[in-house]
Protein backbone atom coordinates (compact mmCIF):
# COMPACT_ATOMS: atom_id res chain seq x y z
CA UNK A 1 0.00 0.00 0.00
CA UNK A 2 1.13 3.44 -0.43
CA UNK A 3 2.62 4.34 2.92
CA UNK A 4 3.71 7.73 2.31
CA UNK A 5 2.00 10.46 4.79
CA UNK A 6 1.55 13.89 5.14
CA UNK A 7 3.30 15.61 7.76
CA UNK A 8 0.95 17.08 10.60
CA UNK A 9 2.25 16.04 14.13
CA UNK A 10 5.19 16.06 16.17
CA UNK A 11 6.64 12.54 17.09
CA UNK A 12 7.31 10.50 19.58
CA UNK A 13 4.82 11.88 21.65
CA UNK A 14 6.05 11.86 25.35
CA UNK A 15 5.92 8.39 27.31
CA UNK A 16 6.72 9.01 31.00
CA UNK A 17 5.17 7.35 34.62
CA UNK A 18 2.68 8.92 36.59
CA UNK A 19 4.48 9.10 39.46
CA UNK A 20 2.07 10.43 41.99
CA UNK A 21 -0.94 8.06 41.15
CA UNK A 22 1.88 5.00 40.80
CA UNK A 23 2.53 5.94 44.78
CA UNK A 24 -1.11 5.20 45.47
CA UNK A 25 -1.11 2.18 43.52
CA UNK A 26 0.71 0.32 45.64
CA UNK A 27 0.80 -2.94 43.29
CA UNK A 28 0.70 -1.33 39.90
CA UNK A 29 3.05 1.62 37.48
CA UNK A 30 1.05 3.32 35.78
CA UNK A 31 2.48 5.55 32.57
CA UNK A 32 1.18 7.97 29.90
CA UNK A 33 1.51 8.33 26.51
CA UNK A 34 0.82 11.58 25.62
CA UNK A 35 -1.12 12.01 22.01
CA UNK A 36 -3.30 15.08 23.39
CA UNK A 37 0.63 16.55 22.81
CA UNK A 38 0.39 15.22 18.83
CA UNK A 39 0.51 19.20 18.72
CA UNK A 40 -2.31 20.12 15.33
CA UNK A 41 -4.34 22.56 16.81
CA UNK A 42 -4.15 21.54 20.16
CA UNK A 43 -2.98 17.68 19.47
CA UNK A 44 -5.07 14.31 19.70
CA UNK A 45 -5.21 11.20 18.14
CA UNK A 46 -6.68 12.02 15.04
CA UNK A 47 -3.28 13.26 13.89
CA UNK A 48 -2.48 10.27 13.17
CA UNK A 49 -4.85 9.08 11.27
CA UNK A 50 -5.03 12.25 9.40
CA UNK A 51 -1.81 12.09 8.26
CA UNK A 52 -2.35 8.90 6.10
CA UNK A 53 -6.17 10.43 4.96
CA UNK A 54 -5.36 13.94 4.04
CA UNK A 55 -1.95 12.15 1.88
CA UNK A 56 -4.64 10.15 0.03
CA UNK A 57 -6.92 12.79 -0.93
CA UNK A 58 -3.91 15.32 -2.14
CA UNK A 59 -2.89 12.14 -4.00
CA UNK A 60 -5.94 11.72 -5.66
CA UNK A 61 -6.63 15.39 -6.71
CA UNK A 62 -9.17 16.20 -4.10
CA UNK A 63 -8.93 20.05 -3.12
CA UNK A 64 -11.89 19.33 -0.30
CA UNK A 65 -12.93 17.67 2.37
CA UNK A 66 -15.78 16.17 4.21
CA UNK A 67 -16.43 15.24 7.43
CA UNK A 68 -18.85 14.93 10.23
CA UNK A 69 -19.03 14.39 13.59
CA UNK A 70 -20.40 15.88 17.11
CA UNK A 71 -20.51 19.79 17.70
CA UNK A 72 -17.28 19.03 19.91
CA UNK A 73 -16.23 16.66 17.71
CA UNK A 74 -12.11 16.72 18.23
CA UNK A 75 -11.78 14.64 14.50
CA UNK A 76 -13.47 17.32 13.39
CA UNK A 77 -11.07 20.15 14.61
CA UNK A 78 -8.07 18.29 13.70
CA UNK A 79 -9.47 17.81 10.07
CA UNK A 80 -9.77 21.38 9.76
CA UNK A 81 -6.26 22.28 11.15
CA UNK A 82 -5.07 19.67 9.06
CA UNK A 83 -7.03 20.85 5.75
CA UNK A 84 -5.78 24.73 6.54
CA UNK A 85 -2.39 23.34 6.84
CA UNK A 86 -2.92 21.04 3.64
CA UNK A 87 -4.45 24.03 1.19
CA UNK A 88 -7.58 21.96 0.84
CA UNK A 89 -11.29 23.17 2.02
CA UNK A 90 -12.66 22.22 4.66
CA UNK A 91 -16.77 21.22 5.05
CA UNK A 92 -17.89 19.50 8.66
CA UNK A 93 -21.28 18.41 9.04
CA UNK A 94 -22.15 18.75 12.22
CA UNK A 95 -24.87 17.10 14.47
CA UNK A 96 -28.00 19.82 15.85
CA UNK A 97 -29.15 23.23 15.45
CA UNK A 98 -26.30 26.05 15.41
CA UNK A 99 -25.66 27.24 18.92
CA UNK A 100 -25.69 31.10 20.03
CA UNK A 101 -22.40 30.63 20.91
CA UNK A 102 -19.12 28.97 19.36
CA UNK A 103 -16.66 27.02 22.42
CA UNK A 104 -14.36 24.75 22.69
CA UNK A 105 -13.79 22.09 19.53
CA UNK A 106 -16.62 24.08 17.73
CA UNK A 107 -15.01 27.66 18.34
CA UNK A 108 -11.94 26.17 17.22
CA UNK A 109 -12.56 24.21 13.89
CA UNK A 110 -14.01 27.87 12.80
CA UNK A 111 -10.97 29.50 13.63
CA UNK A 112 -9.19 26.83 11.72
CA UNK A 113 -11.03 28.42 8.57
CA UNK A 114 -13.48 24.86 7.88
CA UNK A 115 -17.14 25.56 6.48
CA UNK A 116 -19.34 24.62 9.07
CA UNK A 117 -23.36 22.81 7.69
CA UNK A 118 -25.39 21.81 11.18
CA UNK A 119 -27.98 19.04 10.63
CA UNK A 120 -30.77 20.67 12.82
CA UNK A 121 -31.19 17.34 14.72
CA UNK A 122 -29.31 14.71 16.15
CA UNK A 123 -29.39 11.96 13.51
CA UNK A 124 -27.11 9.11 13.94
CA UNK A 125 -26.54 8.66 10.00
CA UNK A 126 -25.53 12.14 7.89
CA UNK A 127 -26.29 11.97 3.93
CA UNK A 128 -22.68 13.32 3.14
CA UNK A 129 -24.13 13.40 -0.56
CA UNK A 130 -26.33 15.46 0.58
CA UNK A 131 -23.81 18.28 1.50
CA UNK A 132 -21.72 17.20 -1.49
CA UNK A 133 -24.17 17.94 -4.51
CA UNK A 134 -24.51 21.37 -3.45
CA UNK A 135 -21.21 22.34 -4.50
CA UNK A 136 -19.75 23.24 -7.72
CA UNK A 137 -17.66 21.04 -10.36
CA UNK A 138 -14.83 22.98 -9.72
CA UNK A 139 -14.64 21.01 -6.34
CA UNK A 140 -13.58 17.29 -5.88
CA UNK A 141 -14.16 16.63 -2.94
CA UNK A 142 -12.95 13.76 -0.82
CA UNK A 143 -14.59 12.13 2.19
CA UNK A 144 -13.29 10.77 5.58
CA UNK A 145 -15.72 8.51 7.94
CA UNK A 146 -16.40 9.61 11.33
CA UNK A 147 -12.98 9.84 13.82
CA UNK A 148 -10.86 9.02 10.42
CA UNK A 149 -11.74 5.28 10.92
CA UNK A 150 -11.33 3.45 8.03
CA UNK A 151 -8.18 1.46 6.50
CA UNK A 152 -6.19 4.34 5.73
CA UNK A 153 -6.87 6.54 8.96
CA UNK A 154 -5.88 2.77 10.74
CA UNK A 155 -2.42 2.75 9.25
CA UNK A 156 -1.48 5.78 12.23
CA UNK A 157 -2.00 3.46 15.03
CA UNK A 158 -0.18 0.54 13.41
CA UNK A 159 2.76 2.78 13.53
CA UNK A 160 2.23 3.85 16.38
CA UNK A 161 2.94 1.17 17.90
CA UNK A 162 6.44 0.74 16.48
CA UNK A 163 7.00 4.21 18.13
CA UNK A 164 5.80 2.85 21.48
CA UNK A 165 7.85 -0.25 21.32
CA UNK A 166 11.10 1.71 20.35
CA UNK A 167 10.47 3.82 23.44
CA UNK A 168 9.62 0.97 25.73
CA UNK A 169 13.27 -0.29 24.45
CA UNK A 170 14.86 3.35 24.91
CA UNK A 171 13.63 3.44 28.34
CA UNK A 172 13.92 -0.32 29.44
CA UNK A 173 10.46 -0.42 29.93
CA UNK A 174 7.71 -3.62 29.67
CA UNK A 175 3.69 -2.82 29.25
CA UNK A 176 0.95 -5.77 30.40
CA UNK A 177 -1.85 -3.19 30.06
CA UNK A 178 -2.88 -0.75 26.98
CA UNK A 179 -5.74 1.45 28.16
CA UNK A 180 -7.97 3.83 25.91
CA UNK A 181 -11.10 5.24 24.64
CA UNK A 182 -12.48 3.04 22.24
CA UNK A 183 -14.75 5.34 20.21
CA UNK A 184 -15.90 5.01 16.41
CA UNK A 185 -12.84 2.20 16.02
CA UNK A 186 -9.61 3.19 14.15
CA UNK A 187 -7.73 3.85 16.98
CA UNK A 188 -8.55 0.50 18.11
CA UNK A 189 -8.06 -1.35 15.27
CA UNK A 190 -4.84 0.43 14.53
CA UNK A 191 -3.66 -0.83 18.03
CA UNK A 192 -4.83 -4.92 17.47
CA UNK A 193 -2.76 -5.16 13.83
CA UNK A 194 0.01 -2.98 15.45
CA UNK A 195 0.43 -5.15 18.48
CA UNK A 196 0.65 -8.22 15.85
CA UNK A 197 2.91 -6.59 13.96
CA UNK A 198 5.80 -5.24 15.60
CA UNK A 199 5.39 -8.39 18.02
CA UNK A 200 4.78 -6.11 21.24
CA UNK A 201 3.10 -8.09 24.15
CA UNK A 202 0.70 -6.16 26.11
CA UNK A 203 -2.95 -6.24 26.61
CA UNK A 204 -5.47 -3.84 24.70
CA UNK A 205 -8.16 -2.75 27.33
CA UNK A 206 -10.36 -0.64 25.21
CA UNK A 207 -13.16 1.24 27.31
CA UNK A 208 -16.56 1.90 25.01
CA UNK A 209 -17.65 5.23 25.22
CA UNK A 210 -21.33 4.78 24.00
CA UNK A 211 -24.00 2.06 24.12
CA UNK A 212 -24.76 0.43 20.06
CA UNK A 213 -28.63 0.19 21.15
CA UNK A 214 -29.28 2.06 17.92
CA UNK A 215 -26.67 0.65 15.57
CA UNK A 216 -27.09 -2.12 13.36
CA UNK A 217 -23.55 -3.53 13.66
CA UNK A 218 -21.52 -3.50 17.25
CA UNK A 219 -18.55 -1.27 18.07
CA UNK A 220 -16.54 -4.95 17.68
CA UNK A 221 -18.22 -5.45 14.42
CA UNK A 222 -17.08 -2.27 13.01
CA UNK A 223 -13.37 -2.71 14.12
CA UNK A 224 -13.51 -6.23 12.94
CA UNK A 225 -14.55 -4.50 9.21
CA UNK A 226 -11.15 -2.00 9.48
CA UNK A 227 -8.77 -4.64 10.61
CA UNK A 228 -9.80 -7.33 7.55
CA UNK A 229 -9.46 -4.34 5.30
CA UNK A 230 -5.90 -2.89 6.93
CA UNK A 231 -4.40 -6.36 7.02
CA UNK A 232 -3.61 -7.44 3.65
CA UNK A 233 -1.99 -4.23 3.04
CA UNK A 234 0.15 -4.95 5.38
CA UNK A 235 1.21 -8.47 5.16
CA UNK A 236 -0.65 -9.54 7.75
CA UNK A 237 -2.37 -13.51 7.45
CA UNK A 238 -3.47 -13.69 10.93
CA UNK A 239 -7.55 -14.08 11.34
CA UNK A 240 -9.40 -11.94 13.87
CA UNK A 241 -12.74 -12.24 15.29
CA UNK A 242 -15.19 -10.19 16.86
CA UNK A 243 -14.05 -12.34 20.21
CA UNK A 244 -10.59 -10.82 19.85
CA UNK A 245 -11.94 -7.68 20.13
CA UNK A 246 -14.23 -6.87 23.11
CA UNK A 247 -14.45 -3.68 24.22
CA UNK A 248 -15.01 -2.62 28.26
CA UNK A 249 -18.10 -1.64 28.66
CA UNK A 250 -18.65 -1.33 32.20
CA UNK A 251 -18.40 2.50 32.30
CA UNK A 252 -20.51 3.50 29.10
CA UNK A 253 -24.01 3.84 31.30
CA UNK A 254 -24.50 7.44 29.61
CA UNK A 255 -24.54 7.84 26.24
CA UNK A 256 -21.93 9.10 23.96
CA UNK A 257 -20.78 12.98 25.41
CA UNK A 258 -23.08 13.24 28.45
CA UNK A 259 -20.86 13.99 31.68
CA UNK A 260 -21.43 12.33 34.77
CA UNK A 261 -19.71 12.39 37.84
CA UNK A 262 -18.04 9.30 36.85
CA UNK A 263 -15.60 11.65 33.63
CA UNK A 264 -15.64 14.64 36.76
CA UNK A 265 -13.50 12.69 39.13
CA UNK A 266 -11.06 11.32 36.47
CA UNK A 267 -10.75 14.45 35.32
CA UNK A 268 -10.63 15.67 38.43
CA UNK A 269 -8.12 13.29 40.24
CA UNK A 270 -5.66 13.43 36.87
CA UNK A 271 -5.50 17.38 37.08
CA UNK A 272 -4.70 17.45 40.39
CA UNK A 273 -2.52 14.69 41.15
CA UNK A 274 -0.11 15.09 37.49
CA UNK A 275 -1.28 18.69 35.97
CA UNK A 276 -2.59 16.58 32.88
CA UNK A 277 -5.87 17.35 31.15
CA UNK A 278 -8.39 14.57 30.18
CA UNK A 279 -11.27 15.60 28.13
CA UNK A 280 -15.16 14.70 28.75
CA UNK A 281 -16.17 12.74 26.44
CA UNK A 282 -13.31 10.37 25.61
CA UNK A 283 -10.20 10.47 27.58
CA UNK A 284 -11.96 10.89 31.08
CA UNK A 285 -14.55 8.44 30.11
CA UNK A 286 -11.79 5.89 29.40
CA UNK A 287 -9.51 6.93 32.60
CA UNK A 288 -12.50 6.53 35.09
CA UNK A 289 -12.50 3.04 33.63
CA UNK A 290 -9.20 2.48 34.54
CA UNK A 291 -9.18 3.93 38.08
CA UNK A 292 -12.29 1.78 39.17
CA UNK A 293 -10.18 -1.60 37.54
CA UNK A 294 -7.00 -0.61 39.40
CA UNK A 295 -9.28 0.06 42.83
CA UNK A 296 -11.24 -3.46 41.94
CA UNK A 297 -7.22 -4.95 41.62
CA UNK A 298 -8.77 -6.93 38.58
CA UNK A 299 -5.11 -6.80 36.90
CA UNK A 300 -2.42 -8.89 37.48
CA UNK A 301 -1.08 -7.52 40.73
CA UNK A 302 2.95 -5.79 40.09
CA UNK A 303 1.66 -4.91 36.21
CA UNK A 304 2.80 -1.92 34.04
CA UNK A 305 -0.25 -0.34 32.61
CA UNK A 306 -0.41 2.50 30.21
CA UNK A 307 -2.96 4.98 29.53
CA UNK A 308 -3.06 5.98 25.68
CA UNK A 309 -3.94 9.96 26.06
CA UNK A 310 -5.65 10.58 22.27
CA UNK A 311 -6.27 14.16 23.71
CA UNK A 312 -9.66 16.35 23.60
CA UNK A 313 -8.82 19.00 26.01
CA UNK A 314 -10.88 21.80 24.11
CA UNK A 315 -13.97 20.27 24.87
CA UNK A 316 -13.69 21.29 28.79
CA UNK A 317 -14.13 24.80 27.55
CA UNK A 318 -17.86 23.59 25.89
CA UNK A 319 -18.61 21.84 29.24
CA UNK A 320 -17.37 24.37 31.87
CA UNK A 321 -20.89 24.56 33.47
CA UNK A 322 -20.93 21.13 34.52
CA UNK A 323 -17.24 21.00 35.51
CA UNK A 324 -17.60 23.56 38.32
Known amino acids: MNKKKFGLGFYPTPLHKL ?5 QFEDYTIYIKRDDQTGLASGGNKTRKLEYLIQDALDGGYNTVFTAGAQQSNHCRQTAAACAKAGVECHLIL ?5 KEYQGNLLLSKLLGAIIHFTGNSENEIKFNDYVKELPNSRKSYLIPYGGSNEIGAIGYVKAIKELKQQLTEQDLNID ?10 TQAGLTLGLDLYELNAQLMPINLDKDEAN ?10 IINKTKTKLGISKEYSVDQLKTIQEYNEANYGILTENEKIAIDKLAKEEGILLDPVYTGRAFFGMLAMLNKKILKKGSSILFWHTGGYPALFDYYKGLQ
Open 19 to 23: ENLSA
Open 177 to 186: YIFFASGSGG
Open 95 to 99: RGDEP
Open 216 to 225: ANTLEEYILD
